[in-house]
């Protein structure tokens, strides 16, 4: 299917055109009708379409490629390759991946898809070629300007632009990258823990093939949640994935894990600190944050109950194992509420365990002894069935659901059950009609299974359920197109719905990866993608910003829901209707005035949590920045590499990425007073207008133009500049409050020519994390460069780009 | 973090900066001023009873024992609900303990101009939970508008119908989430702002896009809308140009964030991060300006004690060393009481019109009233739930006026701030103008369920309270038809019929907050509107509902 390619088929093509539409007779008589139809098609394209030429034939090896075709072949680059393919119906994507042993330099490679130069990078790059642009036969050409490099190109592929799965528009092999991948995990995973290598490899991948991997209901995914080999903390990758055991695992005082073992009864399900266990099984690396996001969902919005009725934590843990444990098993959908539908919790939350079918002596007959709460949102919030245009819905199938169920109580032996007793002696045992159909069963267990497909496959169902999925999870701003796209997916699934499928598949899709798509993060999900982009290994997770053995490690979560009022994990802020929404969020000053404050006036809760002399066990612990931040070749960190890192790290994109964002990020990192000798106040980074306030100040003392940072910050004199009370007035001049609180634009700064020579200064700064030299042998150095990354961290943290997810 | 432990004179800064540099147009209607002043603008404050609020709990027809009476019907189906077999006393002597009762046309009732309007309910007598203490003697003094038959929710799914309650809008969809709040739309017409208090920013607050009275009531514009939840607290920390900047790491984060977002506000931010700008100026500049004001105003103590341990106030009986003990089950409301009271201080400064409140849990299918044993000799006990009575007090316990039914009765929410607003340093006249607005998504079925509750129902009870309301009764108070409902085995789901929709008087409500703008905000009332008119009880019954 690959060869030389052979210029001979288009003439042929045309040839064959011209002789049928110039012989109609001879046409007519001898083609079968679907025949004549296949050439119509070809003369059609040839003649209605936009046709071009073709382009000269590049010199070098060439390939010609079908579509649909993945070469299997290892190309050596040395000379110029150029791959060929005709003309198309369709628009296509041409892809490949390329490696080097070496470096390669700008100039070195170049790549002309017919003729246009377009960019290209180490690594996959995919070429968007649509109908209107391909010409009869089309030409990707790379260009080898420098003999010496050595280079490999695979998976040489020309793919359609059109895919899909599960009848969702599926992201290509070109829109499919590391931006797409880091998305992906922010929304469905609470930003998970996946390596940047994990992440190019998934990058890299097909997305079909990569969101096997990303999204599962293991209890265990160490791609999307690795341990680094360097943690001693590692229980979490072999065992306690479930919340019972996660919190039976918290609690124990055998377990290996660094909170004091005094410090552990608050967790497990007898511990009042049992959501905050929860938020620690999110943050914990060694199991599967999926996993954790949709039993999150599924507890705290699509299912929920409420520890703040009579659901105790224990039959809590049961409801959210129960419906993951159908979830990692496969069942369709329906099955999986139905698991919920007969759980302690859910007969708890309503009170129907307390519904009973007997014999009313003032009625003379039987009667339901019932409320009919979960009657009617077994309905409702299960299914998304309000009864729309059934006359029947509140009369009927609401009080027959609620015979359905009866005598199903939950017994107390010391404390009520964590599961139900299915009864038949007070259970309506007779066929009931619930949405227009007939239930049947001997108790409400055998009932509720007879049901759930019939409420799956509902109208009201398919057009409501999957639009209550994905408007939760990852989408504020579905447009009535999107909504149906969703419906229609939903609905291809047939009757055995895979949540697990249509998550993936829309995960991959074109209708979340638009740029129409908004997510705003509730308190919940801010609080863990703060903590899982801060912490680096489990002693952080395990503290959770809490301090124990003499110092504190992490980030907090649950402190900051709270301080939100956004309700507690399995205390959803509206019951059953759910826990706080993305839009209650977004719209709560008091969630952003929390966030802000914090990070400003209670800064330090980021900056120095980097280290502790006792707190691992009695042992010191320091912050791994240095094993995950980019060095360069001379095995240093580089500001500008450290600072695009980091926002890269917390916003997903480099898109918005520009020098006003560099301007905050390069002061807090290197605008130190990184003296090894005199290393006291080198934590003190200035953040960037005051920076900008002393360097104009040393400008106007020093009568020079040229301010160079070294001086400026480590010089004898380098508190005179910007100081109150050194200009004839008590407090800062009138010139160094301009320029403390002057408004540095994007636009300022790229026209400030000192502006811009302090960005070009700060940007090959290094961040001395793994410093040997100066006092404590560099120990003193290397706490402030760790607490100076992560005051800049906590600049990311503060900016809007945390409250959401969309197009930036 | 607690903005009240920063210093005074770093807020003052700071706003000079803001106003300097930032600019100060953010929240629209904020003005600067140091001294108090009074209530100059009419505001309307509404508490969404979420959760669909058994009113016929609250107010029942008297006890009957003429057995096809409505008062006859009502208790016999209300055995288990009022917990009759568990407490072991009668229908009749609940009534006559619990209840204070009114006879329409009555002395009382006529001596207080109470109304009835269309004359619906000549003769009727009616019982008020006793422990609703402020509410009734709101009523005896004529400031209580009971609107029966009230429907602001057409469908019993709570979600849905707190949507159509919400937005005013009995016709709104699932699908219409993006559409205005009535709230929001009386803050837009009358040209001050809609300030949200409740623990979520509440959708009846959500503003209409583009200017009275020609605003698109299907689209959201939040720009005159703020959350507050604690307004002594609310602000941003910022750094102080009068102490030295050079060590001072949270100040150099504060400049950093505040630098960042003036900057981004000079170019085009995608959607989705719009919020969060209009928030960085929103709280910057409503918190600069509230705490400059409420540093000079003390928490009057009622309010205080709402929330929290006041010497003095709701001393434990059973505990000789208790000096006191807040007065609310849920403190969450006392925090509201306490907020408003704020913003009305501070009113000339932040232009409420429109503020919104919420108290939660009325969904009650189970155990509808509780009766805990300790509240034989504790009475006030604020630490026992029960059940929806818990609501019922919280809000309307307390006492009005010169005489009250129970002097005696602690100041519970409204009661507590209707005490405290007269005697601020700036005179009474902060009362008649403003005007509550009581109401839940839905109604409850008539007749208790098999758990000692009621399941969701349709037409229900919803109060309109102030003094510029003509207090009385609104439509028929106990249907006639329904007394054949509550016997019918036919009926599975028997509730109350809806006759009124809220468009119907809400609309007036609106117009005495904001003259003229009724129309605008409940579009359905307009005479050119086409399609079906909202409900109404009988034509043109409250068209006096206001004065």
């Given at each position: ?5 052979s ?9 064959l055109?011209f ?17 004549l ?55 296509v994507?041409l ?9 390669i330099d ?8 017919n ?23 089309n ?9 010496s ?20 528009p ?9 931006r797409?991948?880091?998305k ?20 890299d991948?097909?997305?079909q093939?990569?969101?096997q991997?990303?999204?599962t ?22 065992g ?23 410090n ?9 600190n ?5 938020g ?14 949709i ?12 520890l703040?009725?009579?659901v ?31 759980s ?13 079918w ?20 077994i ?6 069935i309000?009864g ?30 964590t599961?139900v ?9 007779a ?29 009201e ?17 579905l447009?009535v197109t999107d ?8 609905a ?33 999900e ?6 899982n ?11 959770g ?13 649950g ?5 939100d ?35 400003s ?8 949590r ?9 042992q ?11 060095k ?51 934590s003190?980074?200035?953040d960037?207008?005051f920076?900008m ?9 020093e ?37 403390i609180?002057?408004?540095?634009s ?6 400030s020519s ?55 | ?6 210093n ?32 100059s ?33 009502y ?7 009022h ?14 303990q619990d ?15 109470l ?15 006793k ?30 119908s ?31 702002n809609?300030?949200s208090?409740?623990?979520s920013?509440?959708?009846?607050c ?19 809308l ?54 960085e ?16 105003v003390?928490i009057p ?49 932040l ?14 299918h189970?155990?509808q ?12 006990n ?13 809000i309307?316990?307390g ?31 902060d ?15 008539i ?5 000692s ?6 037409g229900?009870?919803m109060l ?29 789901t028997?509730?109350?019929?809806p ?5 119907s ?5 609106a117009d005495w ?17 086409s ?7 009988q ?9």
């Open positions: 299917m690959f060869k030389k390619n210029a001979q088929k288009l003439a042929l093509s045309i040839l055109s002789v049928l539409l110039t012989v109609p007779a001879v046409r007519a008589q001898t083609l079968p009708p679907e025949k139809a296949a050439v119509m098609s070809i003369i059609n394209m040839y003649l209605l379409a936009d046709r071009k030429p073709p382009i000269d034939q590049p010199s070098g090896f060439g390939v010609e490629l079908v579509l649909g075709d993945l070469s299997p072949d290892t190309f050596d680059i040395s000379e110029n390759l150029y791959a060929q393919f005709d003309l198309q119906d369709q628009d994507e892809c490949f991946f390329i490696s080097s042993a070496s470096t700008v100039g070195d490679l170049t790549l002309e898809v003729g246009e130069t377009r960019s290209i990078a180490l690594g996959e790059n995919c070429y968007s070629i649509p109908r209107h642009q391909q010409r009869e036969v030409y990707v050409n790379l260009v080898v300007s420098n003999a490099v050595s280079l490999n190109l695979t998976t040489l592929e020309l793919l359609s632009s059109n895919q899909s799965q599960l009848a969702l599926r992201l290509t092999r070109g829109g499919w990258d590391d797409a991948v880091r992906v995990i922010k929304i469905f995973a609470f930003g998970g823990h996946a390596t940047d290598a994990q992440i190019r490899e998934w990058a991948m097909y997305p093939d990569a969101i991997e990303m999204l209901f293991d209890e265990h995914n160490l791609k999307l949640s690795p341990i680094a080999a360097s943690d001693p903390y590692r229980d979490t990758e072999t306690h994935g479930t919340l019972l055991a996660f919190q039976n695992y918290l609690s124990d005082e055998m377990s290996s894990y660094p909170v004091p073992v005094g552990r009864s608050q967790y497990g399900v007898n511990g009042y049992f959501d905050d266990g929860f620690r099984m999110i943050t914990v690396r060694g199991l599967n944050p999926f996993r954790q996001k039993g999150y969902w599924e507890t705290n919005y699509h299912l929920a109950t409420n703040d009725t009579e105790s934590r224990h039959q809590m843990a049961v409801y959210y194992d129960e419906i993951m444990a159908a979830h990692e098993a496969g069942l369709p959908y329906h099955e999986v509420m139905g698991v919920a539908a007969k302690a919790a859910v007969a708890m939350q309503y009170g129907h365990r307390r519904n009973r007997v014999f009313d002596n003032d009625l003379g007959e039987f009667a339901c002894d019932c409320n009919d709460d979960f009657a009617r949102e309905h409702q919030l299960f299914y998304g309000f729309e245009d059934d006359p029947n819905h509140e009369d009927g199938t609401i009080r027959e659901t609620a015979k359905m169920l009866t005598d199903m109580p939950v017994y107390y032996n010391s404390g009520y059950d599961f007793t299915f009864e038949t002696d007070q259970h309506h045992v066929d009931l009609t619930i949405l227009g159909q007939t239930v049947t069963g001997a108790n409400a267990s055998e009932k509720i299974d007879s049901l759930m497909p019939i409420s799956m496959n509902h109208p169902s398919l057009k409501n359920l999957p639009i209550m999925i994905i408007s939760v999870l990852a989408d504020d701003n447009s909504q149906q796209v969703l419906r229609n997916s939903w291809s699934m047939g009757s055995n719905k895979s949540l697990l499928d249509f998550i993936q598949a829309y995960a991959i899709s074109k209708v979340f990866h638009s740029s129409s798509q908004i997510k705003y993060l509730t308190s919940h801010r609080a863990l993608y703060m903590a982009k801060t912490n680096f290994e489990n002693i952080e997770a395990f503290f910003g809490a301090s124990y053995n003499g110092g504190d490690a992490g980030r907090s979560v402190g900051l829901i709270s301080d009022n956004a309700g507690d994990f399995f205390r959803p802020l509206h019951n059953v209707f759910g826990a706080q929404s993305s839009f209650e969020a977004a719209d709560s000053a008091l969630a952003f005035e929390n966030n802000y404050n914090e990070l006036d209670e800064e330090h809760h980021l900056r120095t980097v280290s502790c002399g006792t707190c691992d066990l009695g010191p612990w320091f912050k791994k920045w240095k094993d995950v931040l980019p360069r070749e001379d095995g240093r960190f580089y500001v500008a590499d450290v600072a695009q890192w980091l926002w890269n790290h917390v916003v997903g994109t480099t898109s918005n990425y520009t020098d006003l964002e560099k301007a905050h990020l390069y002061s807090f990192l290197g605008a130190a007073r990184n003296n090894p000798d005199q290393s006291s106040d080198g003190e980074a200035f960037f207008n920076l306030c002393m360097a104009e100040d040393y400008q106007r003392q009568s020079v133009t040229a301010v160079p940072l070294s001086t400026m910050l480590l010089g004898g004199n380098w508190d005179n500049y910007c100081r109150r009370g050194d200009d004839g007035v008590g407090g800062y001049s009138a010139l160094e409050q301009e320029s609180n002057r408004v540095w994007r636009q300022s700064i790229e026209s000192l502006a811009q020579s302090i960005l070009s200064q700060l940007a090959e700064t290094t961040i001395d994390l793994e410093a040997s030299n100066g006092s404590n042998s560099g120990a003193d150095v290397r706490e402030n460069a760790r607490q100076r990354v992560s005051t800049a961290l906590g600049f990311i943290f503060t900016t809007p780009y945390v409250f959401a997810e969309g197009a930036k | 973090m607690s903005i009240s432990n920063m005074r004179r770093r807020f003052l800064q700071s706003a000079m900066y803001s106003s300097l540099l930032y600019g100060a147009g953010g929240f629209p209607g904020l003005s600067s001023n140091a001294s108090a002043a009074a209530l603008n009419r505001i309307l404050v509404n508490l969404n009873l979420s959760g669909g609020p058994d009113m016929r709990h609250l107010l029942v027809p008297a006890y009957d024992p003429a057995p096809d009476s409505f008062g006859a019907k208790w016999n189906h209300r055995v288990r609900s917990q009759l077999v568990e407490t072991g006393v009668s229908a009749q002597q609940r009534y006559e209840y204070y009762e009114f006879e329409i046309g009555g002395s009382t009732w006529n001596s207080a101009g109304v009835d309007a269309a004359n619906l309910n000549s003769g009727i007598k009616f019982g008020i939970w422990e609703a203490g402020w509410l009734i003697d709101m009523l005896r003094e004529g400031n209580v508008a009971l609107i029966c038959n009230a429907v602001g929710g057409t469908n019993r799914a709570h979600d849905l707190s949507l159509m309650l919400s937005q005013g809008n009995v016709l709104s969809g699932l699908n219409n989430r993006d559409r205005s709040g009535w709230g929001g739309r009386v803050a837009r017409s009358a040209g001050g809609s300030i208090m409740s623990s920013p509440s959708a009846f959500f503003g209409p896009l583009g200017m009275a009275p020609n605003y698109n009531p299907n689209a959201i514009d939040n720009v005159d703020i959350s507050v939840q604690n307004a002594r607290e609310i602000g941003l920390f910022d750094y102080d140009l009068e102490q030295s900047q050079q060590g001072d790491e949270d100040s150099k984060m504060a400049r950093a964030a505040k630098s960042y977002y003036a900057s981004l506000r000079q170019q085009n931010v995608a959607l989705a991060y719009q919020k969060f700008m209009d928030h100026l929103k709280v910057r500049d409503f918190g600069e300006k509230i705490q400059g004001r409420l540093e000079s003390p103590t009622l309010i205080e004690a709402l929330y929290s341990n006041v010497n003095g106030i709701n001393i434990d009986p059973n505990d000789a060393g208790n000096t006191g003990r807040r007065v609310l089950l849920r403190t969450s409301l006392g925090g509201q009481i306490r907020n408003l009271y704020d913003i009305i201080a501070a009113n000339d400064l232009s409420p019109r429109v503020l919104s409140m919420g108290y939660g849990s009325w969904d009650s189970g155990d009233r509780q009766v805990p044993g300790v509240l034989a000799t504790d009475p006030n604020p630490y026992e739930y029960r059940g929806i009575e818990t609501g019922l007090r919280d309307f316990g006492q009005y006026g010169a005489n009250p039914i129970d002097p005696t009765a602690l100041h519970c929410g409204f009661s507590a701030l209707w005490e405290s607003l007269p005697l601020r340093l700036d005179g009474g006249s009362l008649s103008n403003i005007v509550v607005t009581v109401a839940g998504e839905f109604g409850r079925q007749r208790d369920n098999g758990d509750g009621t399941d969701h129902g349709k229900n009870l309109v309270i102030g003094e510029g309301v003509t207090g009385g009764a609104y439509g028929e108070m106990f249907q006639e038809a329904e007394v054949d409902k509550y016997d019918d085995t036919s009926l599975n028997p509730d109350i019929d006759r009124s929709e809220i468009d008087f809400f609309s007036k409500v907050v904001a003259p003229g703008s009724g129309t605008a905000v409940f579009p359905r009332t307009q005479s050119s509107y399609g079906i008119d909202p409900l109404i009880e034509a043109n019954i409250f068209d006096n509902l206001m004065s």
